[in-house]
Structures are given as structure tokens and as C-alpha cells.
């Protein structure tokens, strides 16, 4: 028989302090038939390396882990995992992959001067979204785009009115969703501006999205709007324009 996903979490103890090995759930048979052929069975922290190479699972989990990385600041490495993940195209995983390879992907090409390639993924994650209608991505593409000075003008008229419009609190997806088009709009306020005229409205705006955030609940989310009030607060107190673009 083969375990086929040993790790300690499948070893326990006895009550006499012996070793025994569980969880046998994707064992397998030697010599029984093959139910799988594509993905790789186990648990990919103990999965060995070689195993893993190449396989679809090992790219989907590149995007998470990219993303991961990118966020404590390792933009190389984030970079070369995203771009594994990418040679998926738009079949490779759920929204949450695609948000990974399509959105933090073009912002670290962005940032790592590859203001091409970053246009380029952006286009290619419009695409999915407006054909498959995901409005999660189609969102996070549009927030992408202004954080690169390619999307909507700051006289834009979805940009200067309104604020976080949530009409069900319970549906999580739909208010990650809003909660990105308010910062998308925030951002439309802030950039490009030749004055400080309707800084303050962002400002407030983005109080109110900090506000609107659990901060126990979803750690992340409030730290990504809490910078966006800093940013606003920064424009507002009209800050060198290197000061501000670090924000970006």
C-alpha cells in the first residue's frame, strides 16, 4: 500500500507513546488501478520537489504563493512565481488565481519597470472578466489600471460622486468587490491632480472605507484601506510628489 501523504500531522502517538501512522484517505494499492493521471496527490509541503515539477497544481499554487510574497515585499521572487502561474492562462484556476496572476502580476511588472508587460497582463485579465462576467477581476483590473496611470481621469464622473455603496453586507464577494471599485474611485480623485480641489471628499471617503472594515476579522483588507486613507491624508497635506508615489 501506498500513503502517498505522509507529514507529521499523519503520525500520532499512542497512549503509550508509540508512533502511529493515520489518515489514509488517497492511499493507494500497489498494482490497484489508476484513478488520476494529471493531479498530484498529497500535501505539497511534503510533496518531494520532482514530483511536483511542472504540474498545474504546482503553478495554481505559484499565484498564491507569489502573492504571498509580493505582499512582504520579496518582488523577484513573487514575480518569477507569477509568471509560472501564468503560462495557465485564464483556465488555470478560480477567481482568486486569476486575481493573483492577472492583478499583483501586473503590478509587479509595473514596479519592476516592465510598464509593458504590466499593460499586457492587464489586458489579457480584462478579458476573462468581461467574457466570463466576473466582476471581482473586472474590478481589480480597473483598480490596477489607475494605479498606473492608465485608467479612469480623475474628472471621471464615477470617481467624484458616491462612496462605498454596500447592498448586502452578508455577501462577501460583492463586498470585496465594492470595496475595490471605492478604492478605485479614491485613487480616480487623488490622480493626476494639479490641486488639492476634491482631495478632501477622497479623504473623507476613505475614512469611511477603513470604518466600514473589521479590522479582526480581515486583517489585510483593513492595512490595504488604511494605507489608502494615509495616502489620501498625504495628497491632502499636499506632500512631494515622490511621497506620494510611494504610495502607489
Not at 507529521?8 to 508512533?19: D, K, M, R, V
Not at 499583483?104 to 499593460?119: E, I, S
Not at 455603496?165 to 490622480?191: C, K, M, P, Q
Request: charged letters at 25%; aromatic letters at 4%; proline letters at 5%.
Amino acid at each position: 500500500m501506498l500513503h502517498r501523504d505522509i507529514k507529521p500531522a499523519s503520525i500520532l502517538l499512542t497512549e503509550y507513546g508509540e508512533p502511529q501512522l493515520t489518515d489514509f484517505g488517497i492511499a493507494r494499492i500497489t498494482g490497484g488501478e489508476e484513478t488520476t493521471r494529471v493531479l498530484v496527490a498529497g500535501s505539497p509541503a511534503y510533496t518531494a520537489p520532482e514530483l511536483l515539477s511542472g504540474t498545474n497544481g504546482t503553478r495554481l499554487t505559484s499565484a498564491l504563493l507569489g502573492d504571498l510574497l509580493y505582499d512582504q515585499g520579496h518582488l523577484t521572487e513573487a514575480d518569477h512565481l507569477l509568471d509560472r502561474s501564468h503560462t495557465l492562462g485564464a483556465e488555470g484556476g478560480t477567481v482568486d488565481f486569476m486575481l493573483a496572476t492577472y492583478g499583483t502580476g501586473a503590478r509587479l511588472k509595473r514596479l519592476l519597470g516592465q510598464r509593458d508587460a504590466a499593460k499586457e497582463r492587464l489586458d489579457e485579465g480584462a478579458r476573462p472578466a468581461h467574457q466570463l462576467r466576473l466582476p471581482r477581476l473586472a474590478a481589480r483590473i480597473a483598480n490596477e489600471r489607475i494605479r498606473a496611470g492608465t485608467g479612469w481621469a480623475a474628472n471621471h464622473p464615477d470617481t467624484v460622486e458616491g462612496g462605498l455603496n454596500l447592498h448586502d453586507r452578508d455577501n462577501g464577494l460583492a463586498t470585496v468587490t465594492a470595496e475595490v471599485n471605492e478604492d478605485s474611485a479614491i485613487r480616480g480623485i487623488l490622480y493626476p491632480r494639479t490641486d488639492l480641489q476634491g482631495v478632501g471628499p477622497a479623504s473623507q471617503r476613505a475614512h469611511a472605507l477603513v470604518e466600514s472594515i473589521d479590522r479582526r476579522a480581515r486583517p489585510r483588507a483593513f492595512l490595504t484601506a488604511a494605507l489608502l486613507r494615509v495616502e489620501a491624508l498625504a495628497v491632502e497635506g499636499d506632500e512631494a510628489p515622490p511621497a506620494r508615489n510611494c504610495f502607489r
